[in-house]
């Protein structure tokens, strides 16, 4: 879910998917959809949890909902 609060994390998986992957990618609703196993590109989905701790989410999440620290959208 993460990687829709985040432009760039999105944008570098988009790109990056094609490279591990034979398959179209199928996102929305705060997921990725494969329709066989040995289809998924472990590898990827790997270095994508590396680039966004739980923490990261947690800030970001908070962040958005907290009008203190939250950042208006131009």
Not at 16 to 29: A, F, I, N, T, V
């Given at each position: 879910?993460?990687?829709?609060?985040?432009?760039?994390?999105?944008?570098?998986?988009?790109?990056?998917?094609?490279?591990?992957?034979?398959?179209?990618?199928?996102?929305?609703?705060?997921?990725?959809?494969?329709?066989?196993?040995?289809?998924?590109?472990?590898?990827?989905i790997?270095?994508?949890?590396?680039k966004?701790?739980?923490?990261?989410?947690?800030?970001k999440?908070?962040?958005?909902?907290?009008?203190?620290?939250?950042?208006?959208?131009?």
């Amino acid at each position: 879910m993460g990687i829709y609060a985040d432009p760039q994390l999105l944008d570098w998986f988009v790109s990056e998917y094609p490279k591990h992957s034979k398959q179209k990618l199928d996102m929305g609703k705060s997921c990725i959809r494969f329709k066989k196993l040995d289809a998924i590109p472990y590898d990827l989905i790997g270095e994508l949890m590396k680039k966004m701790t739980a923490q990261d989410w947690i800030d970001k999440y908070e962040s958005a909902y907290n009008p203190k620290t939250r950042t208006k959208k131009k």
